[in-house]
């Protein structure tokens, strides 16, 4: 009887892996091991036909000595910060506890130009807080000059990578079993010896694997450091977008790159070693099992002074930006009369208008036409080599060991060694960085590429073999039961997975610096632009596109957290 019934024919998995493996592989050789195989083929020609002088040798070394320097600063702010803030969030429960767990995502989802921008806004000297303290105070200089320090850099760190604290050791924190706590406590035990000898040997992995995530996002931060420190600090990253565009200087650039890479590639390894290992040291439990509101006077003074913070540094800079773009505080370029302060829409209105009639003025608004279509490509781009690179993933043979990892490298690739790469190896055509625009969407998708891979591959593995079998046994072809059988399943994965190509596609800032055409700037190419130039109305401009840009990301994000919470209540 089963003989009358069609057989699904199964493939070997070698062989139905290695058709998928085709196409990502093909894409990964091309656009990412060749760009970076030039930059070391530079960098070692000319060590060995011209070694590099010791001015040059200086400069590398300052750049090494500023990036670990202001990585190593901004980690230990951050953890100051964040492993009070991660106590908060697993042990007490207070109103508002839900939106600023919410709000404190947001950060580290924003652009970098969004987060430069934000603090331009309120601690720039034209920002909200130099403004309110010069009339308070009657002054005529703003009185707080923190842009192009070690602090603006330090300060925006902070910013941006609290998030990673709170979200990783909260989360290790709140999978502890708190009868530890109460039995050391009740043996006598002070807080801080409780927490020394229980808590902490249990939360020293995820707390060691945070603060080198937060390290590594720091080493390799770009559009911060660009935007806010000035020319006299410069990172490795910095100083390679400045040997590369300004001084011209390739070799020097790619020595610089290989550098970075070398240490990136090792933190990374170690990161990954580290999120394994943590995995073990925490046992699972019912959550918000033992979390409660403060009741002595010392809880409600630190809950009081932990959201307080939390949310003035989490919450004000981007609250900022936004008032700021609708504000007016200075005269615009020619204007000698009394100036109208107060709240306007010029700036977004300004977007589209060319005022002096330049032939080789690019509107505003075509920087978020340009960003749109690039990150609709982007998408797509990465979709579907995200998809075959997954589906191959999900197959049980041995050469996926080897594989899985390659297709992580771009999480230790600087976006400014990638886009110097395209510049070295696409000069020419038919791919070439002046008449190829996918080039930059096809940059983007490699920074995209490894998100879309973890999002897109639990998914696929979780789709149960038996409905293929039966959907292919009641004679359905191998399309149909994708589409009938995998589509529905992975298609909540897959939108997430869109989402997050979208987002960072609008805010990747380090290879689009490279790639960018004068004529088909970005979002965050124009932001930088506009920041970079005197007088009010370009720098209006630039707020209220990283205002818009804020509000695009933030859409997106909640969209994406809609999605995943739904899927969570179905299940």
Known sequence: MNSTLPQYKKKSPIWSAGLLWVIPILFFVVFFFIPLKEIFEITVVQALDSPFSSANWQRVWRSIHFTFTQAFISMFFTLLIGLPGAFLFSRFKFKGKKLL???????????????????????????????????????????????????????????????????????????????????????????????????????????LAAALLVFLFDFTSFGVVLLLGGPAYATMEVEIYIQAMHMLNLPLAG??????????LILTIVYSRLVRKSAYQTQPRVLDEEQRSARTIRQKLFVWIMVFLLFTLLVTPLAALSVRSFTRLEAERGQRTIVDTGITIDYYASLFQNPRSSIFYVPPIAAVRNSMLYAGVTILISLFTGLLAAYALSKKIWVNKILDPILMLPLGTSAVTLGLGFILVFNKPPLDVRSFPLLMPIAHSLVALPFVIRTLLPAIQSVPRSLKNAAAVLGAAPMKVWQHVDFPIIARAAFVAAIFSFTISLGEFGATSFLARPEFPTIPVAIYRYLSQPGALNYGQALAMANILMVVCGISIYLMESVQANAIREV
């Open 101 to 207: 767990k919410a709000a404190s995502t947001i950060p580290f989802i924003m652009p970098t130009v969004v987060v430069a921008a934000s603090f331009n806004a309120l601690l720039g000297p034209k920002g909200l807080l130099n403004y309110f303290l010069m009339g308070f105070f009657d002054l005529d200089d703003a009185p707080i000059r923190i842009l192009n320090t070690l602090a603006a850099i330090v300060l925006a760190h902070i910013f941006y990578n609290t998030s990673v604290i709170l979200r990783m050791v909260g989360s290790a924190w709140e999978q502890l079993d708190p009868q530890l706590e109460h039995a050391a406590r009740s043996l006598g035990a002070s807080a801080w010896k409780t927490w020394w000898k229980v808590t902490f040997p249990l939360l020293k992995t995820p707390i």
């Open 255 to 264: 020595l610089l790159s290989a550098i970075q890479l070398g240490f990136t």
